[in-house]
């Protein structure tokens, strides 16, 4: 499945939630860039001015770092990918991976919040950890990004019938038990909660 949202929407935090309760990987190009940059390789060193900016790696070398992790054995038996695709480019690739792979999307949860709202969480999370892309200048630009690029993503997959939206505003935990229900219904099974 796909975690779609904006900046701050909390899909790293709930990728990590419904990994555990589906019993499979959850994979972030937002982490494994900043794995990367922190380990200093050819990769981090080209990611980091277009992160630190709030701009999109180019796809060139998104894609294909995609396509490296989905091809490790863990990713094998369904995984929860957070971050990607953010352009209409983006969801090509994809589905060309997951055709080689005889793999299909099940769900593409989309996970909602207004901008104010989103400003002020990742606002905070600059207080707590100083990640170098939140600050306000930053926050905005990320966000109009994902009104021009990724709202077109979201409608494609709701073209084909597979998108779930949910109300990201609330307490975490809540917000995770309205995931794991749409899950169920999109999948036609229910999923475990809390
Ligand atoms: P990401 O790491 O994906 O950053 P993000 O959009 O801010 O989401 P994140 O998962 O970290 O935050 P979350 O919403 O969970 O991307 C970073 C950069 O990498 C991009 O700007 C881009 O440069 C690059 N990149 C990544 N993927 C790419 C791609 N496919 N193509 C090109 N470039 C790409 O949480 C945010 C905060 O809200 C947290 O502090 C959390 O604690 C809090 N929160 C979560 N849920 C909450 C709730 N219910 N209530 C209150 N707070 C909540």
């Given at each position: 499945?796909?975690i779609?949202?904006?900046?701050?929407?909390?899909?790293?935090?709930?990728?990590?939630?419904?990994?555990?309760?589906?019993?499979?990987?959850?994979?972030?190009?937002?982490?494994i860039?900043?794995?990367?940059v922190?380990?200093?390789?050819?990769?981090?060193?080209?990611?980091?001015?277009?992160?630190?900016?709030?701009?999109?790696?180019?796809?060139?070398?998104?894609?294909?770092m995609?396509?490296?992790?989905l091809?490790?054995?863990?990713a094998?038996?369904?995984?929860?990918?957070?971050?990607?695709?953010?352009?209409?480019?983006q969801?090509d690739?994809?589905?060309?991976?997951?055709?080689?792979?005889?793999?299909?999307?099940?769900?593409?949860?989309?996970?909602?919040?207004?901008?104010?709202?989103?400003?002020?969480?990742?606002l905070?999370?600059?207080?707590?950890?100083?990640?170098?892309?939140?600050?306000?200048?930053?926050?905005?630009?990320?966000?109009d990004l994902?009104?021009?690029?990724?709202?077109a993503?979201?409608?494609?997959?709701?073209?084909?019938?597979?998108?779930a939206?949910?109300?990201?505003?609330?307490?975490?935990?809540?917000?995770?038990?309205?995931?794991?229900?749409?899950?169920g219904?999109?999948?036609?099974?229910p999923?475990?909660?809390?």
């Amino acid at each position: 499945m796909l975690i779609i949202g904006p900046p701050g929407s909390g899909k790293g935090t709930q990728a990590e939630r419904i990994s555990e309760r589906l019993g499979v990987v959850a994979i972030s190009t937002g982490d494994i860039f900043r794995a990367h940059v922190k380990g200093g390789t050819p990769l981090g060193v080209e990611a980091t001015r277009y992160m630190d900016a709030g701009d999109f790696v180019p796809d060139s070398v998104t894609n294909e770092m995609v396509r490296n992790r989905l091809s490790q054995d863990d990713a094998g038996n369904g995984f929860v990918l957070d971050g990607y695709p953010r352009t209409v480019a983006q969801v090509d690739y994809l589905d060309a991976i997951l055709a080689a792979g005889e793999q299909e999307l099940g769900v593409v949860l989309q996970l909602t919040a207004d901008d104010a709202e989103l400003v002020s969480r990742l606002l905070g999370r600059a207080r707590e950890t100083g990640r170098s892309d939140d600050n306000e200048s930053v926050i905005r630009h990320r966000l109009d990004l994902y009104h021009q690029q990724t709202e077109a993503v979201v409608a494609r997959y709701a073209g084909r019938g597979i998108l779930a939206q949910v109300d990201g505003i609330g307490g975490i935990d809540d917000v995770t038990d309205r995931v794991l229900a749409c899950i169920g219904n999109v999948l036609g099974a229910p999923v475990d909660g809390r």
